[in-house]
């Protein structure tokens, strides 16, 4: 799903496209949604213009325990997911929600590095894991 058409809609419009590009990914442990999981929430999600053709986009997550140890890659299927699926003109900001999670300076450094997550993705293993978190439900 390209959201490329749909960036002249208004911003509420833009944050529930990037809501349904996000609520069908499949939690990496459990067989649940992130949306099933209330990992994500439509109010998690927050667009503003950077400039006249440039969009913020910022989600925040709230993993299911402060501990959980897929947090880094619930972060990286919902940066890959909305890398492929948003236009070119846009900035993408994804962070763990404040206080939800032991090591989220960490987790929020890891998942908004471009390198790192370049470097992850080389990762044949962990690409075929977000891979199938990311599929379109069928």
């Given at each position: 799903m390209s959201l490329q058409?749909?960036?002249t809609c208004s911003r509420e419009d833009v944050v529930n496209n990037v809501y349904d590009l996000?609520?069908?990914?499949?939690?990496?442990?459990?067989?649940n949604t992130l949306e099933e999981l209330n990992v994500v929430c439509e109010d998690c999600v927050t667009v503003s213009m950077l400039d006249t053709d440039t969009f913020l986009v910022r989600v925040e997550f709230t993993?299911?325990?402060?501990?959980?140890?897929?947090?880094t890659l619930i972060g990286l299927c919902l940066r890959v997911k909305l890398q492929r699926c948003l236009p070119?003109?846009?900035?993408?900001?994804?962070?763990i929600k404040e206080g939800s999670h032991d090591t989220e300076?960490?987790?929020n450094k890891q998942i908004?590095?471009?390198?790192?997550?370049?470097?992850?993705l080389?990762?044949?293993?962990l690409?075929?894991?977000?891979?199938?978190c990311i599929a379109e439900p069928e």
């Open positions: 058409t749909e960036w996000i609520r069908d990914i499949r939690d990496p442990e459990k067989d993993p299911t325990v402060s501990h959980c140890s897929m947090a070119q003109k846009h900035k993408l900001d994804i962070f300076k960490e987790v908004n590095d471009k390198e790192r997550v370049m470097a992850a080389e990762n044949t293993t690409l075929n894991l977000v891979e199938e």
